[in-house]
């Protein structure tokens, strides 16, 4: 069956960086070659395939070059309903999509709200707070080491060496940091100490976990590892992703068993990430889900998994799409 298929996504290239930006700034956004990437795949598949890219003149592309369905991994721009903005826009279309609903990805961008409705699912993860501005760290009943980050963004935005505080002095100075480079709000949560892992899921109603990949941070140990901006820049120096991961089979298991629950609470379609990291009670703990995974086929760390457990390229993005085509009933189960 040939589909004419659209690709929704932003470009770092569309946008210039700006004095007074952070270097990070763009972070999220996607380089030519994923898109050309996707594009060649699932032209191999036999579809004609349309970049319509992103912003408000996806609209009237949209229009004038109907398509039957959308591969989308744009990011969005502005606020935390930003990765919502073209599903909407497609659901209102009634024009098929790849990927998680506007309500999950906006709930899952709000790292807080996420947590709290995991909570709700039986899902463990660190106490937090949510930092709107510096007032709100007086009475803060959490255990250090905490660890900041910024509670609408993805990428590692935000996240440097030192997200990592073990003081009061240090929380206020890291805090006071954010919001002045990036603007409110904050997350402030205990830092688990164990390795962390990187949980890659397909599928919908009966959804599989392609690979566990346990994320190494060379010649760090594990309590002082963090997956900043600087260790992702420079990864094939300073990362070792082993998957499967360097852990005994039962934890393996409970690491997929957390995962797969927070999916589902949360849930996602299609494809995501879940970042969990193994604290010294060997619980795994739920950081994070992303819902929209870099599919870059170099850098990527859903592609980097994929390969590692015996997967090509093509296959993943295929897998993928065959999942989006599923539910929506262009090919049978």
Not at 85 to 98: D, G, K, Q
Not at 162 to 177: A, M, N, T
Request: charged share 30%; glycine share 8%; net charge negative.
């Amino acid at each position: 069956m040939k589909l004419r298929v659209g690709i929704t996504y932003n470009l770092k290239k569309d946008f210039s960086q700006q004095e007074g930006h952070p270097i990070d700034w763009f972070e999220e956004f996607d380089a030519e070659e994923t898109i050309d990437a996707i594009r060649d795949v699932l032209e191999k598949d036999g579809h004609e395939v349309l970049p319509l890219g992103g912003g408000t003149g996806l609209i009237d592309r949209l229009r004038e070059s109907p398509v039957d369905i959308v591969f989308n991994i744009a990011e969005g721009i502005g606020g935390r309903n930003r990765e919502a903005h073209i599903p909407a826009l497609l659901e209102f279309f009634n024009i098929p999509y790849t990927g998680s609903d506007p309500l999950t990805l906006s709930l899952t961008l709000d790292k807080a709200m996420a947590k709290r409705v995991v909570m709700s699912g039986g899902v463990p993860t660190p106490k937090f707070k949510k930092i709107e501005k510096a007032k709100d760290l007086e009475g803060l009943d959490l255990s250090y080491p905490l660890f900041v980050k910024l509670c609408y963004e993805g990428s590692s935005k935000g996240v440097r060496l030192d997200s990592k505080v073990s003081d009061l002095s240090s929380l206020k100075e890291k805090v006071q940091w954010l919001l002045e480079t990036y603007g409110p709000p904050i997350l402030v949560e205990e830092f688990v100490s164990g390795p962390e892992f990187t949980v890659g899921i397909l599928g919908n109603s009966d959804p599989i976990v392609l690979g566990v990949m346990q994320i190494e941070i060379r010649g760090t140990p594990p309590d002082e590892a963090i997956y900043s901006l600087e260790v992702k820049r420079d990864w094939e120096e300073r990362v070792c992703y082993h998957c499967p991961p360097l852990v005994p089979e039962h934890l393996k298991r409970r690491i997929e068993e957390v995962a797969l629950k927070a999916y589902r609470v949360l849930e996602c379609r299609d494809v995501s990430r879940v970042d969990i990291r193994m604290g010294e009670d060997g619980v795994p703990y739920f950081l994070e889900m992303n819902p929209l995974p870099g599919l870059s086929p170099v850098y990527g760390d859903l592609p980097i998994m994929a390969r590692k457990m015996g997967w090509d390229y093509s296959t993943l993005i295929s897998t993928i799409f065959n999942h989006a085509l599923k539910r929506y009933g262009f090919i049978k189960s």
